[in-house]
């Protein structure tokens, strides 16, 4: 739950907003001193100065019809420092990231921690931009854009998929948890306020549940094994709601507790009545 959804006073919405995005820009500072990502992101913002990805995508949602649609949105860097941290990333590891925006995510990730990413964006005008401003650099090759309709990927060869479900309508979260079944058997899928595993408890398995801090404010960040039940037994670990944001550090301080086996078999349960 987040202020745009929990009804709250629009003016103390967007007070709460404002002071987000100061303390995540103070935070996040720390974590953009990589020379390769700090050359892309000092030029990414510089394009976007006058027309912002948000304006671009309002834009590219007006014109095919979908004007309740909601926009863009970026995930913050401690955020998915934190998303990072607890996935144990490694040079190895290739990762699909569904709606990558203006690639922001895939190029801190490869800077950091070596990975392979994918990112799969359907508006031309942010992949074009992105395309451009990697063109040239160190991280080509391991950071590929492309623009398409994400439900026409074949996800066979994924084991870790990130996805930031909050704009997205509950008819788009069921496409994605259809598309996300077709991963191999311990696979993970990091989703950001959307549960797969209560989606189709046959298939996704819940992992570990933690809060990410929002420009709009916490959201749910849940990983999600792909396999059977009877595959994956042991109970998800979820992170303490009270785990606060430590703005001097820029951290944040897990309290990880055991769930229990109920929550599973409750997952299981409305899976059956469904």
Known sequence: MNWKNAGENPFIGWFRMLITE????????RF???????????????????????AISRRFLDDRGELEAQGYGE??????????????????????ELGCGTGRNCVWLAANYGCHIDGVEQIPTLVRISQRLLKGSSLTDKVTLSCMDMFELDMSSYRLVYVDCTAMSEACIRQVAMLCAGLPNEARVVTVNASLSELMPERFQLERVFPGLFIWGWSDMRIQRVGMPEDYLDSPQVDSQSDHF?????????????????????????????
């Open 75 to 96: 995930t913050p860097l401690v955020t998915l420092e934190a998303v990072a941290r607890r996935l144990e990333l490694s040079t190895g590891d290739r990762i699909l």
């Open 246 to 274: 430590n703005g001097n550090c820029g951290s944040f301080a897990a309290a990880d507790t055991e769930a229990g086996d109920s929550a599973l078999a409750t997952g299981a349960a409305q899976g059956m009545n469904q």
């Open 32 to 54: 953009i001193f990589q020379r390769q990502f700090l050359w892309f992101e000092s030029r990414r913002r510089l394009v976007y100065l006058f027309c912002s990805p948000w």
């Open 22 to 29: 100061a303390c995540l820009s103070l935070v996040g500072v």
